[in-house]
């Protein structure tokens, strides 16, 4: 029973490659294990057959000596010849012991074989089962997984949406309270954490969908400039509060192109919102798109910290953090960004900026776009 092996399904669910590999292996190891009988085999049928012939050699060389030794001259001719008949006998003998063994070398190998051709298809049916075995239970738990991350990230962004309501609502009674300012800034607080909070939700929720295959995307037409001027808008505030300066570089006043208008502005959300989280006060973080060859360039120049070049790439896997106690997230924005614009056949990278800071460049092929 051959597995049904499709390679798409290997990409979507990364927990079949691991079953693929264990049944290779076994595969392999039965392999190794039959080769292993059958030269033992043929080596146990190799010494019978080694041990009759030394034996008969054995039996030979006696009496060839003993035909040697009266064969002279003194010896009548009648003895001679007898001693010749005898001579020809146990010839005839050792050819018939030689024939006997290896026609019981060849039947013991003969049935060898037969034995470990019926056992291969045993032996692969065996690892055949238990590949489909583990599928369905993988795919049991992906699918329980799944329904459960959907039905637990729904609950809690409905309660994360009451707590912001809640705290709205106590923003607009208390402008005529003694401690207003206090109090404002408190319900303020609350409302970032739970964005935040909605946020991260979100990311589990993506990451979840790129194991299963399943990431969302729905491109459509769509004016790219207007999308970098509506992501730096979003951003505006944050990066004033941080004394940051946050602008939009050399932009073009159109540029249409086919894309994901919710999924793109995710890939520049993530990309502004780390400039601003590594660029100190004072700094500046900048943004730009334009055609550069055949592709659509953006770009997010930042002076801040900085990434080593050794975690240039590093920086676009999963759970990647600044350092082991960095908090300020699940280290999930980048990777999804990089899933994200991969899927729209693009690319990512991260580059150090020749004086100081990082700059973030994501491409989109001009196949996508309609013009420019």
């Not at 146990?44 to 060839?64: F, K, P, S, T």
């Not at 207003?180 to 970032?192: C, D, G, N, P, S």
Request: overall charge negative; some cysteine; hydrophobic content about 40%.
């Amino acid at each position: 029973m051959k597995p049904n092996v499709n390679p798409q399904e290997s990409r979507e669910y990364p927990e079949r490659e691991l079953t693929d590999v264990s049944l290779r292996e076994e595969r392999e190891e039965a392999d190794r294990k039959m080769t292993a009988n059958r030269a033992a085999t043929e080596k146990q049928a190799d010494a019978v057959v080694q041990h009759a012939r030394e034996n008969a050699d054995i039996v030979l060389v006696a009496a060839r000596k003993k035909a040697d030794i009266m064969a002279d001259t003194s010896v009548p001719h009648d003895i001679q010849a007898a001693i010749a008949e005898e001579r020809e006998v146990e010839d005839a003998t050792l050819r018939d012991e030689r024939a006997a063994a290896d026609k019981v070398v060849r039947r013991e190998r003969a049935a060898s074989s037969r034995m470990l051709t019926r056992l291969l298809p045993l032996e692969r049916d065996a690892t055949d089962q238990y590949l489909l075995t583990e599928r369905a239970r993988s795919d049991d738990a992906l699918a329980t997984r799944d329904d459960f991350l959907g039905m637990v990230s729904h609950d809690l962004r409905d309660l994360l949406n009451g707590i912001v309501v809640s705290s709205q609502l106590l923003a607009q009674k208390l402008e005529n309270h003694s401690d207003r300012e206090r109090l404002l800034l408190e319900t303020t607080r609350i409302e970032r954490y739970g964005a935040r909070m909605n946020r991260l939700i979100g990311d589990l929720v993506d990451v979840a969908s790129i194991d299963a295959g399943k990431l969302a995307m729905q491109t459509v037409q769509g004016d790219v400039a207007s999308l970098v001027f509506e992501a730096v808008e979003v951003f505006q505030i944050s990066a004033s509060a941080k004394g940051v300066s946050l602008a939009v570089r050399d932009m073009q006043e159109t540029c249409l192109a086919e894309f994901d208008h919710d999924r793109l502005l995710q890939v520049l959300a993530n990309l502004i919102a780390n400039s601003i989280k590594f660029t100190p006060k004072g700094g500046s973080v900048q943004v730009h798109c334009a055609r550069v060859g055949e592709s659509l360039e953006f770009c997010v120049d930042d002076t801040g910290e900085g990434i080593p070049s050794a975690m240039l790439e590093a920086v676009f896997e999963r759970f990647w953090q600044v350092g082991k106690n960095d908090r300020r997230g699940l280290g999930l924005g980048l990777y999804i960004s990089r899933c994200i614009v991969e899927a729209h056949g693009g690319n990512i990278r991260a580059e150090r900026n020749p004086g100081q800071g990082t700059r973030m460049l994501f491409t989109l092929p001009v196949s996508a776009g309609l013009s420019s």
